[in-house]
């Protein structure tokens, strides 16, 4: 029977269409996504390491155990959306890692998301070849 921490630190992270719900708690560094670990779910080490920058952030891999259910999107915005995600968790577990965590960018939503597609176009910006005869 497993027991459950006496705390756990809840964050959203968004980006693009993805969003990930972390939660956090004191423990051994262990990583799972949708009940896998890190990087069998991010297939490319880069995405891994990406998505857990928060916690190196802060040097805090190693002591906090990170539980994340993320849906839609691919595989880059999901890696962000967790990276947000963490990023808004450790901030309300401790609010003085919120200035190292703002200095190097992770408490901020990046806003891009994809642009509509136009009517009479073939994409959101493609027009259709123009023909003069």
């Known amino acids: 029977m497993t027991t459950t921490p006496a705390t756990i630190f809840a964050g ?3 980006r ?4 990930a ?27 891994a390491k ?4 928060p916690l190196l952030t ?3 891999r190693d002591k906090i155990d990170v539980l994340v259910n993320v849906t ?13 995600g963490i990023a808004r ?3 309300k577990m401790n609010m003085e890692l919120r200035p190292a965590l703002k200095k190097a960018g992770h408490i901020k939503r990046d806003p891009r ?3 509509r597609k136009k009517p009479g176009q073939p994409g959101a910006r493609k027009r259709f070849q123009f023909s003069k005869r």
């Open 12 to 14: 959203t992270g968004r």
């Open 16 to 19: 693009k269409t993805a969003v």
């Open 72 to 84: 839609g999107g691919g595989v880059s915005g999901q890696a962000g959306a967790v990276a947000h």
């Open 113 to 115: 998301e994809k642009e």
């Open 21 to 47: 719900r972390v939660r956090l708690h004191e423990g051994t560094g262990k990583l799972l996504v949708n009940g896998r670990e890190f990087e069998r779910y991010f297939s490319h080490e880069n995405f």
């Open 89 to 91: 968790a450790l901030q």
């Open 58 to 60: 802060v040097s805090l």
């Open 50 to 53: 990406q998505a857990y920058a």
